[in-house]
């Protein structure tokens, strides 16, 4: 168990580590270039509320789709829904539009596009069974096949020849929780074509990713090798298979070696990040903010086997990226490795729709710093604007790691870093109130923290 000095130490580790690094990190080659990153899309073709004043809409919906090709959706879809999605729903077709159009229009120099996972909407396939008058099992496959068909080519249009790398998420899937094999099976040749437009080796791609939702692919001109990992397979509500999980474990391990040897950088790309599930554990029980539980992202024993393979490879990973949570938030997820999450693009849980650009230094291949993009949906007329740049804002500079890890012990100390982190978690929805005094503690020491004993215990003595 961590006690509450070794807590105050270990956050005093990772500043010293920041401190030290900051000068070897620092624009070192005057020169940098964008990569845009999304996540969370959620995209979701029928027409909400899921309520009974719907079910005949969203029937005659379902009838349309199912008899058109996806070429045809755009027309379908906008007639269904002319409003972008409000709060609490995942992105119909405006919402999509309007985020594609942002994107497309602030690419810039972008050498990729990378997103962080789930596609998909929530229960596509349930809903689609609700809706549709062939209730087998094989015709809601065939939807969300074709639903996914339809993200990817949308995307694909916003952003022209770039590669979309991307991770999978849990909606990505059959089943509501996957990415599930026999999903994986039917679509991966469409992720390689549509997603990474040809990028990287195809054969090796399919072959993971039918196996188990990971992949490789590389950059020769950045001298680059970016890394698609299937962490919802590690997550405690999936029953994976042990000898998938063991193999892609040895595959990330023996992928690192491997860029290690040949002097590449990696971008490690995931969707559900390891440390805590903070939405969930950030409801106390008792009135004091205490905690007797917590829950965790990853099984304990994935999470520590993850963290002793990346630790091998000191230097090598200059990028790690995650979604899921849709809030826009950081974890020390051990020394020298810091995970960035972009909030998401479905404001299902309350967030604004969001995304990032991120500034990498093209000799470290390391972030130095990112703009925020949101859509505030409280606003008059809907559209995208930066909400902030990260190193002005927090008024750091040198690299992006080194910042968030100088960071984390000032969202402590300091009031005002720590109210302006926490409008920002939630992409400025300032009508939301999830993050209070009383569970901040959570949020806080979950950046921190990545087991479910310290965390409990870290919590308990903030």
């Known amino acids: 168990m961590l006690s509450r000095r070794s807590f105050i130490e270990l956050s005093g580790g990772f500043l010293l580590c920041g401190c030290a690094n900051t ?21 979701q073709p029928f027409i909400s509320p899921f309520t009974a004043a719907t079910l005949a809409a969203n029937m005659a919906l379902v009838a349309l789709l199912d008899a058109a090709d996806t070429s045809q959706w755009p ?117 390689y074509s549509l997603a990474l437009n040809g990028a990287g080796d195809q054969q090796a791609f399919i072959t993971t990713v039918a196996d188990g939702g990971y992949y490789a692919a590389e950059s020769t001109a950045l001298n680059l090798m970016i890394i698609g990992l299937n962490s919802i397979a590690l997550s405690p509500l999936v029953t994976a298979d042990p000898a998938m999980i063991a193999a892609q474990f040895a595959w990330l391990d023996g992928k690192l070696a491997e860029a290690s040897a040949a002097g590449k950088k990696v971008w490690l790309l995931m969707h559900a990040p390891p440390g805590a599930d903070e939405g969930t554990t950030g409801k106390p029980a008792n009135d004091n903010g205490n905690l007797t539980t917590a829950t965790m992202m990853w099984v304990d024993i994935h999470q520590a086997t993850f963290l002793g393979i ?94 968030l890890v100088r960071l984390f012990p000032t969202l402590k100390s300091s009031t005002s870093a720590q109210t302006l982190y926490r409008g920002n978690f939630i992409s400025g929805n300032t009508s939301a109130n999830m993050i209070t005094d009383l569970n901040w503690p959570v949020y806080w020491c979950g950046i921190g923290v990545m087991t479910q004993a310290d965390l409990i215990t870290a919590v308990n003595s903030y």
């Not at 000068?23 to 995209?43: A, I, K, Y």
């Open 75 to 191: 027309a379908i879809l906008q007639a269904s829904a002319t409003a972008p999605s409000a709060y609490g729903a995942d992105t119909n077709y405006p919402l999509l539009v309007l985020t594609l159009e942002s994107i497309q229009q602030n690419l810039g120099a972008s050498p990729a596009v990378l997103y962080t996972g789930d596609f998909l909407g929530h229960g596509v396939d349930q809903l689609y069974t609700t809706y549709s008058t062939d209730k087998t099992a094989a015709a809601a496959m065939a939807f969300v096949d074709k639903t996914l068909t339809f993200i990817l080519q949308q995307i694909r249009a916003a952003v022209g020849n770039l590669p979309v790398y991307f991770a999978l998420g849990n909606c990505d899937s059959y089943t509501g929780y996957g990415p599930n094999s026999a999903f994986l099976a039917s679509n991966a040749q469409q992720l």
């Open 310 to 403: 990346i630790e091998k490879y000191p230097g090598v990973i200059a990028m790690t990226l995650a979604g899921h949570t849709h809030m826009d938030e950081f974890r020390l997820i051990s020394q020298g490795n810091v995970l960035e999450i972009t909030a998401g693009i479905s404001p299902v849980f309350g967030n604004n729709p969001a995304y990032k650009i991120f500034t990498m230094d093209s000799l470290s291949l390391e972030s130095t710093d990112f703009s925020a993009m949101n859509c505030n949906l409280q606003t008059t007329p809907l559209q995208f604007s930066r909400s902030y740049v990260f190193s002005q804002s927090y008024a750091v500079d040198g690299s992006l790691a080194d910042s």
């Open 23 to 43: 000068s070897s990190t620092n624009n070192s080659s005057g020169s940098n270039f964008p990569v845009l990153v999304f996540s969370d899309v959620h995209f």
